[in-house]
């Protein structure tokens, strides 16, 4: 596709439930980034992506976090027993290579009640 | 890890003001520094970025930002805004471009 595209926009669950976030990133892009934006918060680095190197992973908040990126392309989020203060925007990104520009998606909006 | 202040949270201003949006950081090594500009109901764009060179970097839709490294400052400034120039900005720094360091938001309102 043209950009960053992320689904499902909107999901609500219930509090305990897993939940799988995805991201289908700028074709050939080979960095992929995961952020999170909490209410009236700036983006939380998650989770990053290059290539076939390992994963950075020193973003995500607890072990109930968890991501992968299949054939290097799409990648899934997955949260596990959700809390409450899980609710937030989940942003993916992508860019062609390192120092080039990054593109974000419009984010998948969490909300666990 | 670093650290990214953008100072206000909210500027009203009106149209065809000038405006300058705020933002430090806390680093000691070299950093790349970014504006990102999110419309309601859309994804992040990147406005402008600073990688080397001239301090004062030009970016989209009329905006410019000087870096100042003795200042650990990169704000953000137009000369005449408009009413479509209200969006959330955000100032993010990154060491590597591994990680991102996004500041907190700033939401600009340009009223008539």
């Known amino acids: 596709g043209a950009g960053v595209s992320q689904s499902p926009s909107n999901k609500v669950t219930e509090k305990g439930k897993d939940v799988e976030l995805r991201c289908d990133p700028i074709?050939?892009?080979?960095?992929l980034y995961w952020y999170r934006q909490s209410l009236g918060q700036g983006l939380e680095f998650l989770i990053y992506?290059?290539?076939?190197?390992?994963?950075?992973k020193s973003g995500l908040p607890s072990d109930r976090f968890s991501a992968e990126r299949t054939g290097g392309s799409v990648s899934t989020l997955t949260i596990q027993r959700t809390q409450q203060e899980d609710s937030a925007v989940y942003l993916c990104?992508?860019?062609?290579?390192?120092?080039?520009?990054?593109?974000f998606g419009q984010g998948t909006r969490l909300t666990v009640v | 890890a670093q650290s990214v202040t953008q100072l206000d949270s909210q500027v009203p201003v009106f149209e065809e003001a000038p405006v300058e949006l705020r933002c430090n950081y806390s680093?000691?090594?070299?950093?790349?520094l970014f504006w990102y500009v999110q419309y309601p109901n859309q994804g992040l764009q990147l406005l402008l970025k600073?990688?080397?060179?001239?301090?004062l970097v030009k970016g989209i839709n009329g905006f410019e930002a000087e870096f100042n490294k003795s200042q650990t400052s990169f704000h953000l400034r137009k000369p005449s805004v408009h009413i479509s120039d209200t969006a959330e900005y955000f100032c993010?720094?990154?060491?590597?471009?591994?990680?991102?360091?996004f500041g907190s938001g700033t939401k600009l309102n340009v009223k008539p």
């Open positions: 600073y990688l080397s060179g001239s301090t």
């Open positions: 990104a992508s860019s062609l290579e390192v120092n080039t520009e990054v593109f």
């Open positions: 680093s000691s090594v070299s950093v790349y």
């Open positions: 992506f290059q290539g076939n190197s390992a994963p950075d």
């Open positions: 074709s050939g892009h080979t960095a």
């Open positions: 993010a720094v990154s060491e590597d471009f591994n990680k991102f360091y």
